[in-house]
């Protein structure tokens, strides 16, 4: 059984950073993208950024380009955001999902093209 576990959300000041993580489990984790996406008060699910299976690229939304970064630890079958300036309008909770296709080649930017997810992590930023 997929497993998928978040931590790491909190509240924070804007401008400030935050790190989560998602820990992985009952799939072998390097062959697979993973992907964040957020999901605020009254809006849909978003896609955030994506992490090739090998770690070795990755893809991101206009809206958090340059601020955000994922990342992942194969050996740990772990994948991470980093978080910095924070904006209030980053307010969601966010969640770690892993591909449907293996060895992706192209870029999963579709809630749809995941079908395992964990239960999400609260991000809060105030003004």
């Known amino acids: 059984q997929v497993q998928l576990v978040e931590s790491g959300g909190g509240l924070v000041q804007a401008g400030g950073s935050l790190r989560l993580s998602c820990a992985a489990s009952?799939?072998?984790?390097?062959?697979?993208?993973m992907g964040w996406f957020r999901q605020a008060p009254g809006k849909e699910r978003e896609f955030v950024a994506t992490?090739?299976?090998?770690?070795?690229?990755?893809y991101y939304a206009d809206s958090v380009k340059g601020r955000f970064t994922i990342s992942r630890d194969n050996t740990k079958n772990t994948v991470y955001l980093q978080m910095n300036s924070l904006k209030p309008e980053d307010t969601a909770v966010y969640y770690c999902a892993t591909s449907r296709t293996r060895f992706g080649s192209s870029w999963f930017t579709s809630q749809y093209e995941y079908d395992y997810w964990g239960q999400g992590t609260q991000v809060t930023v105030s003004s």
């Open positions: 009952g799939r072998t984790f390097s062959r697979y993208d």
């Open positions: 992490i090739r299976w090998s770690g070795g690229s990755t």
